[in-house]
């Protein structure tokens, strides 16, 4: 079955800046203007996420997401 990088990618990327985000104690982060702009970056990963799954293959849904959500291979 054929994957697909630029999701694995995207995918990898989001669990990376979750987990930094996740792990942030306020008493680490010196103002919680570093705290929004991971969110942000969050969000804007999940927003190419979104689209790269439902039009990345030129203009068509993503294959490797497809078969993911079909069961045939298990998500991250």
């Known amino acids: 079955m054929k994957t697909c990088r630029v999701d694995d990618n995207l995918v990898r990327e989001l ?3 979750s987990n930094k985000l996740n792990t942030l104690s306020p008493a680490w982060v010196r103002s919680e203007e570093e ?3 991971i969110q942000h970056q969050r969000e804007t990963l999940q927003a190419e996420i979104k689209h790269h799954r ?3 293959h030129e203009g068509k849904p993503c294959p490797s997401f497809n078969l993911r959500r079909a069961g045939f291979y298990p998500s991250r």
Request: aromatic share 0%; charged share 45%.
């Open 35 to 37: 705290r929004e702009e």
């Open 54 to 56: 439902s039009k990345g």
């Open 15 to 17: 669990s990376a800046l």
